[in-house]
C-alpha cells in the first residue's frame, strides 16, 4: 500500500516570497491533517480536513496560510509571504474515518522541510 | 490545554543498554496515548499505543503503559540496538486531535 506523497522534499526561499506544498494521501483515507514541526519541537496541528471540509483550523497563521483540499483527496498547503519563523518541517497525515472511535491512526508522509532566507 | 512533557535529550547510549524515556500528560479528558518514531530521513512511525488506563503497548521490544496515577507513558527497551537510533515523540489524543511532546533524540553506539 503506498504511504502518504508529499512534495517537494525541500524548499529554500526568501522571506515574502510565495510557497506551496503538495500532500496526496493514503487511498481511502478521509482525513487530512498538516503540521509544522519546528526544530527542536514536536508537531503542531495546523489543519485538519475531513474529506474537503476543514473540521479545525484554529492553529493555521491565516492571514498567511492557507490550505484546501477542493475534491476530498490531495491538499496544498499555501504560505504567502514567508516569514522566517516559518522555517520548519510541514508534514501531511492521513487517517480513515471510523465512527465512534476516539482516535483513528495517523499515517505520516516524509515531510518538506522549508527554509527561509 | 491538552499538554505532553517528555525527557529532553539527547540521549546517548551503548548497544544492549536500557533506555527508559520518560513522558507525562495533561489529564484532561480520556486520551489515548502513544510512542511515535522518527528514524533519520523518514516520516513519523507510530511505535506503540495505549487507550485507557493500564494498558501496556509494546512493539519491537519496546512497552509503555498507560499510567493514570501518574499520568504517565514512559517508554523502555531492555536492550537496545544500533538501528533504534531516532527521534521519539511521545503524544496524546483527545477528540481526534494529536499533542505531541519536543521528541528525545536517542543514539546508540556499536
Known amino acids: 500500500e503506498a504511504g502518504v506523497a508529499q512534495s517537494p522534499r525541500y524548499k529554500i526561499i526568501e522571506k515574502r516570497q510565495s510557497v506551496a506544498f503538495w500532500c496526496n494521501p493514503i487511498?481511502?483515507?478521509?482525513?487530512l491533517y498538516w503540521y509544522q514541526q519546528i526544530l527542536g519541537q514536536g508537531p503542531k496541528l495546523l489543519i485538519q480536513f475531513q474529506n474537503n471540509g476543514v473540521v479545525d483550523d484554529s492553529q493555521l497563521p491565516k492571514d498567511r496560510f492557507s490550505a484546501e483540499r477542493l475534491k476530498g483527496v490531495d491538499s496544498t498547503l499555501k504560505i504567502q509571504p514567508a516569514k522566517l519563523e516559518d522555517s520548519a518541517v510541514y508534514l501531511c497525515?492521513?487517517?480513515?474515518?471510523?465512527?465512534?472511535?476516539?482516535?483513528?491512526?495517523?499515517?505520516f508522509g516524509p515531510g518538506t522541510r522549508l527554509t527561509v532566507l | 490545554g491538552d499538554s505532553v512533557t517528555q525527557m529532553e535529550g539527547p540521549v546517548t547510549l551503548s548497544e544492549e543498554a536500557f533506555l527508559t524515556i520518560n513522558c507525562t500528560y495533561t489529564?484532561?479528558?480520556?486520551?489515548?496515548l502513544f510512542w511515535y518514531v522518527q528514524y533519520p530521513g523518514e516520516g513519523l512511525q507510530l511505535l506503540l499505543k495505549a487507550t485507557k488506563a493500564d494498558d501496556k503497548g509494546s512493539n519491537k521490544g519496546f512497552e509503555a503503559t498507560y499510567r493514570k496515577e501518574t499520568t504517565s507513558f514512559h517508554l523502555e527497551k531492555g536492550s537496545v540496538q544500533v538501528s533504534d537510533s531516532a527521534v521519539y515523540f511521545c503524544?496524546?489524543?483527545?477528540?481526534?486531535?494529536?499533542?505531541f511532546g519536543a521528541g528525545t533524540t536517542v543514539t546508540v553506539r556499536a
Open positions: 503524544a496524546r489524543s483527545n477528540d481526534y486531535k494529536l499533542s
Open positions: 497525515a492521513s487517517s480513515l474515518w471510523v465512527a465512534g472511535d476516539s482516535y483513528n491512526e495517523q499515517f
Open positions: 489529564a484532561t479528558g480520556y486520551p489515548s
Open positions: 487511498s481511502g483515507h478521509a482525513t
